[in-house]
């Protein structure tokens, strides 16, 4: 045999070696896996290399030999294109379709919900009791979680804006916290550059402290200006503002769901009854209804008002009007 006829032989050889393995790569892209569970759901955590994220699927039991899946998205030009995160993949699904799933981003995700007027205390025990999220806070102290995030503040009250978060599952809950931070700030600094300019209040920080009382003194929507307008009112002629909600949070973890003459009377720091102006923190958080409240108070002469029972507030110009409505409506005189 001629040395040309032996090199064609073995091209040819080679060549058929080629389509069949391609052919072979072609079969395992376009064939079903086979899942132990549908829907199967695994984690690719950040920085792995393509062969390791590959072993990551294979042993969360997608069903191929990792370097199948590594060789078909090098030769398609997809493997630094994987993206980090939660998945998850049902019966039915090929090796092509969660290369386009990983390739695309489309994780899985989970959502958490935070609450106005709940206190950071809250919205701790929330996070904590979210089997979706990666709980890196645990064990942190408020201060340092607030480092963590770059905060500037000395305390954590108010400082989270209350809304809906999704996330792709098993991300940090420190990641949460930090969007809602941020979230809050930038809320913040809109609603304060549209601010009246007449409210007696000197800084966002201050905003912030007002909006949380008047989230925790509001029953009904109806009611938030009004009662912004009475707080800014008493401020304005230096009158102690008087509001429940902050001598509870003083009170804090001895508080038994009523307060007592004693509660009203005790010096704290958030005792607004033994204290002028303004509280040294928000006492809860304050969704945006709250905050805007809290910058455009209407022009009233009201400075009291007391709960009506229903969930509405009875509002006074006067003390004398104020005590008949507290006999009215607290007493039932």
Known sequence: MSLLRLLKRLLLVLLLSVVAALGGLAWFALQPLSLPASPLEFSIPSGLSLRSASQQMSEAGLGFAPWQFTLLARLVGKSAQIKAGSYEVSQGVTPWLLLEKLTRGDVTQA?????????????????????ALRHDTA?????????RLGAVEAHPEGLFFPDTYLFAKNSSD?????????????????????????IPLNTPYEALIMASIVEKETGRAADREPISAVFANRLRLGMQLQTDPAV?????????????????????????YTRGGLPPTPIAMPGLAALQAALHPPKTAMLYFVARGDGSSEFSRTLDEHNRAVAKYQRGR
């Open 174 to 198: 420190l990641e949460i916290l930090q969007r809602a931070y941020r979230a809050m700030q930038r809320r913040l600094k809109l609603e304060w550059a549209r601010r009246d300019p007449e």
């Open 248 to 272: 509870i949070y003083g009170v804090g973890e001895r508080f038994d769901g009523s307060l007592k003459k004693r509660d009203l009377v005790t010096d704290t720091p958030y005792n607004t």
């Open 111 to 131: 959502e958490i919900v935070f609450v106005e007027g709940k206190t950071f205390h809250q919205l701790r025990a929330t996070l904590d009791a979210n089997p």
């Open 139 to 147: 064990g942190l102290s408020d201060a340092a979680i607030l480092a």
